[in-house]
């Protein structure tokens, strides 16, 4: 067994995340994801029917049509609802998707910020969120020690 800098040890099948707090952080992040995942969903989704709730500004810098972004958050947010559900379901490559399809999300957002300030706020929030759950640090199990 081998240790990292950070004092996670490495067994050669990998390390494990079994303790409570571990294991916690992982079912919020895959929580989290799937909830911003559908409300990234929801926006792709008005945004494609030009609903008046948007409000288009001139001259902004990362200027898309609104059916362009919510053709962005739509597709977005089906692969982080998608990654989500994957994490619940204990997947190992989901934890590695879910924080780039979280970072990928919280930039969406933010270049999504003159459309809806509030809503953009709140997905970027609970990415940067997703991100920190999925790389808190995991501990290894007695048994995997062995």
């Known amino acids: 067994m081998a240790s990292n800098v950070s004092g996670t ?3 050669q099948a ?4 079994r303790s409570p707090w571990a294991t916690g952080w992982t079912a919020a992040a895959a929580i989290l994801m799937t909830f911003g995942g559908i409300m990234a969903i929801f926006q792709g989704i008005a945004a494609i029917a030009e609903d008046n709730v948007f409000v288009a500004t001139r001259n ?3 200027e ?3 059916t362009g972004w919510g053709w962005i958050h739509l597709i977005l947010g089906a692969l ?9 379901r204990g997947a190992g ?3 590695v998707v879910g924080v780039a399809l979280a970072g990928l999300s919280m930039i969406a957002n933010f ?3 003159p459309y809806a300030p509030v809503w953009a706020i709140v997905l970027v929030v609970i990415d940067g969120f997703i991100i920190w759950a999925l790389c808190a640090p995991r501990r290894e199990t007695p048994e995997s020690r062995a």
């Open 111 to 113: 270049v999504w910020l």
């Open 9 to 11: 040890r490495h067994h």
């Open 60 to 62: 902004f810098t990362y």
């Open 80 to 88: 982080v609802t998608a990654a989500g559900i994957a994490l619940f």
């Open 93 to 95: 490559w989901a934890r």
């Open 14 to 17: 990998g390390w494990e995340a």
């Open 64 to 66: 898309f049509s609104l």
